[in-house]
């Protein structure tokens, strides 16, 4: 199946051959075949449409963000290190990224950021926290520029995993202002070009974040 999208050319939504097709094409029963078409879909390679059809699917890392996110907390419950692994993983990439971003990031993109600083410090004052997604918007408007889809879809899977374990009640609760500020302080490095100083920043982002998941 995975042979026939490719030769095909098929992308997202684009239709299959009817079971009866495929099940001539491949040689093998329906119940094989429907096997096969599920685990497909688990995989998001394929959607099956009840009453319309097979599609290529979205091909989206939803299932390696699970995968990641359950590993982890069977790991973490083990006494393994698994949450500060995939903490390690994601900062490796976002703040190896900073010298791609120092001084090259559009005005649009200054802008929008600048705005989700100040909608986390107003979070903290109403709410006593930032919401998750104002840090999800802030982690994708950040590196949006670079035009990598599969950077941008992999770093949501390391986003969606981590957060996945952490609504668990892994760790400690942030400084909300300080968190706010640190994101601040990463908006201005990237802003005045200054790429060693965009990354400690961020590391410095993921310093907190380890000490809050360390036990004391």
């Known amino acids: 199946m995975k042979e026939l999208i490719v030769e095909q050319g ?9 079971e009866t097709e495929l099940m001539e094409r491949f040689g093998v029963s329906r119940n094989s075949l429907r096997e096969a078409l599920k685990s497909l879909q688990a995989m998001c390679i394929i ?11 979205t091909m989206s890392l939803e299932p390696l963000t699970n995968a990641m996110a359950f590993r982890t907390v069977v790991g973490h419950r083990r006494g393994q290190d698994s949450l500060l692994e995939l903490l390690q993983m994601r900062e490796a990439l976002e703040a190896g990224l900073m010298h791609r971003l ?3 990031l559009p005005a649009e993109n200054l802008e929008e950021l600048d705005a989700l600083v100040g909608k986390m410090h107003t979070e903290v004052c109403e709410a006593g926290g930032i919401a998750s997604q104002t840090d999800r918007a802030f982690h994708r408007t950040l590196h949006r520029s670079l035009g990598n889809e599969l950077l941008s879809e992999l770093l949501d899977a390391f986003w969606h995993a981590f957060h996945q374990v952490r609504a668990q009640g892994l760790g400690t609760t942030a400084d909300g202002e ?17 790429a060693a100083e965009a990354e400690a920043a961020m590391h410095r982002h993921f310093d907190d974040i380890r000490q809050r998941l360390t036990p004391q």
Do not use: Q
């Open 10 to 18: 098929l992308g997202p939504g684009d239709p299959l051959p009817t």
């Open 178 to 194: 300080e968190l706010a500020r640190m994101h601040g302080r990463i908006v201005e490095a990237v802003r005045a070009g200054n």
């Open 47 to 57: 959607e099956i449409r009840r009453g319309f059809g097979t599609y290529v699917g």
């Open 102 to 104: 120092a001084g090259r």
